[in-house]
């Protein structure tokens, strides 16, 4: 431990720092600022934590949640007093509903600062409200050893309590009165408080240690729910967003078992990779658009993992079978069941679950009729949208996505912007052997902090990330390019131009056509490569299919970041072309699918 402990303030943010790193604390992001000093400098004099410096305080914030994601451990954000600290709201918002462990440490003016016109100075104690899982605010620095004791119990704490299960951001404020710089200060601690903030607890250890618990069912219940399951041939496995690494194989195993199709959404991880993949189905978002078929695939039961489904025509073909029983099982994220169809929640870790039922059931349900025609549907819809993007030469956006599934080399990492990308990867994105990590903020789902929190991925992974986002979300975050120039990060950045929010055209405001460009398709005329050139990125304007390929493949070999920018037609011509393919599905399947 090499931090300085001049004076109380650095004593108790030395030993604050150094505690988190004890618990395993390995990365934090730090926005420059006067009030934030004792922390900062505390970081970046510790050996054991890598620091990521930022002059954007929402960019630092999407990128930190990156790094958190990718980890699946905490990472910390540092910024300093006032409006700094309300600049990571969106991102605290996005990490608590998407059950992401986030360290939010935020610089304070001492309490007799505050409400008396001090300058850089707000109500900053609990200033996130529910979004935080814990908050807590601090006592203003003192060197001696009960308060160290104290301050390095709070660290722990608050890594512990991140991690739990469901995971979310935690909210330190530490308020520091002068001398904010790391002057020595006679007399300001004891010996035994520089000993507590220097060495902690005897051997090292952490003050707290609350390692994460694997939830199982009881084995009663394991052998009341696989009889129940066994029972019923026509059942659904849905899959969807989760980050469970060991998920795909587990659940994959059960399905086998249990004779059940598995609707894979993207997020669920269970789409694409090494293991078995026979009882996934990836094309349902274009053959459930049809009345006719939903009603004809009538479930007796669904068993469902992970956050609610991209896909809205998945959600509308569970919500016309009401009557089916909807199991959700709960691995600690929270009741995800926006429309009120689970008849029973289950609380456990889904893999350890899925393997206590595999192993359960007394044999492999013979192959029926009911998965028959899931998996039949499922390679009529694919092989008509393949036969479909192959005859149609417009920059359409779904083939983005259907393009690049052949160009990502295995053990990709593939971010999607909100809105339209991350719909169509999942309309368009088709199952195969080749591993790929699927990425986005579908916490909140917002469009803004995504480059930022894809290039936080990019930074703790230390490869290459693929990004694919829409244009005015790149417009949002532009900011958070300058990570990509200032830390050496490698990424492909996709930015699909329509000129505006090409996903207002599909909702029923296109019909007001006097106000609708005005307050929801907001064009812009703006394109990207004077963005490249301000942070010194590769930039290619791509105008057919065979650049397009070209540029991502150069891209994924070559180092730093390129900005790939995609010019689509007009908006409105997306949504006909989009419809084109579900008519084609239709066509293929033998009814006139709904678009």
Excluded at 252 to 273: I, K, N, T
Excluded at 429 to 436: G, Q, R
Aim: hydrophobic share 45%; with cysteine.
């Amino acid at each position: 431990m090499t931090t300085p402990f001049e004076n109380r303030n650095y004593s108790f943010a030395g030993a604050f720092v150094d505690e988190l790193a004890r618990c395993g604390l390995r990365h934090v992001c730090i926005c420059p600022g006067s009030r934030s000093s004792p922390l900062a400098l505390s970081f970046g004099r510790h050996p054991a934590i890598t620091q990521w410096m930022h002059l954007d305080e929402r960019s630092a914030a999407f990128f930190a949640l990156g790094m958190t994601r990718l980890l699946r451990e905490p990472v910390a954000i540092v910024c300093s007093s006032g409006t700094a600290a309300a600049n990571l709201h969106p991102a605290v918002a996005e990490a608590h509903n998407d059950c992401v462990p986030l360290l939010v440490l935020t610089a304070d003016r001492p309490p007799e600062a505050v409400g008396w016109g001090a300058l850089q100075t707000m109500e900053q104690d609990g200033m996130y409200g529910r979004h935080a899982k814990w908050a807590v605010t601090l006592p203003p620095p003192e060197a001696t050893a009960p308060l160290l004791a104290y301050v390095r119990s709070v660290a722990g704490r608050a890594w512990a309590t991140a991690r739990a299960a469901p995971a979310g951001p935690v909210h330190v404020n530490l308020p520091f009165r002068e001398p904010l710089e790391p002057v020595p200060v006679p007399g300001d601690f004891t010996s035994e408080g520089f000993g507590l903030a220097r060495q902690g607890r005897a051997g090292g250890s952490p003050f707290l240690s609350a390692p994460p618990v694997q939830r199982r069912l009881a084995p009663g219940l394991v052998e009341r729910l696989t009889l129940e399951l066994a029972s019923k041939e026509r059942g659904l496995i849905v899959c969807g967003p989760q980050e469970d690494g060991a998920f795909p194989e587990a659940v994959s195993a059960l399905a086998r078992r249990l004779g059940y199709p598995m609707l894979a959404d993207v997020l669920s991880q269970v789409r694409c990779g090494p293991h078995d993949r026979a009882m996934v189905v990836d094309g349902y978002d274009a053959f459930l658009r049809d009345n006719g078929v939903v009603a004809s695939l009538a479930p007796e039961v669904v068993l469902r993992f992970g956050a609610a489904p991209v896909s809205k025509p998945l959600t509308q073909y569970l919500e016309r079978h009401p009557s089916a029983r909807h199991v959700l099982v709960d691995d600690g994220s929270g009741w995800r069941d926006p429309s009120f169809l689970t008849a029973e929640v289950i609380q456990a870790d889904a893999a350890p679950l899925c393997c206590d039922l595999a192993a359960a059931l007394p044999s492999a349900r013979v192959e029926s009729p009911w998965l028959r025609r899931w998996l039949s549907l499922n390679g009529t819809a694919k092989d008509a949208i393949a036969r479909h993007m192959k005859t149609s030469a417009e920059m359409f956006e779904g083939r983005v996505f259907a393009e690049l599934a052949s160009l990502l080399p295995h053990d990709a990492i593939l971010f999607a912007g909100n809105s339209m990308p991350v719909r169509d990867v999942d309309s368009f994105f088709p199952t195969m052997s080749k591993k790929v990590r699927f990425l986005a903020n579908r916490g909140v789902s917002g469009i803004d902090g995504v480059v930022s929190t894809a290039l936080g991925a990019a930074a703790a992974s230390g490869r290459r990330i693929v990004l694919v986002i829409g244009d005015i979300s790149f417009y949002h975050d532009m900011n958070g390019l300058l990570a990509a120039k200032a830390h050496k990060l490698n990424a492909t950045i996709i930015v699909i131009n329509n000129d505006g929010g090409g996903i207002f055209s599909f909702l029923p405001q296109a019909a007001y056509t006097d106000v609708f460009e005005t307050y929801f398709g907001t064009p812009h005329g703006l394109t990207f490569k004077a963005a490249a050139e301000l942070y010194g990125l590769g930039y290619t304007r791509v105008e057919d299919w065979r650049s397009y390929r070209s540029a991502v493949s150069h891209s994924l070999t070559d180092k730093g970041v390129a900005i790939i920018e995609v010019p689509v037609p007009a908006r409105d011509t997306n949504v006909a072309l989009h419809r084109q393919v579900w008519q084609a599905v239709g066509d293929a399947i033998g009814v006139a699918v709904r678009p």
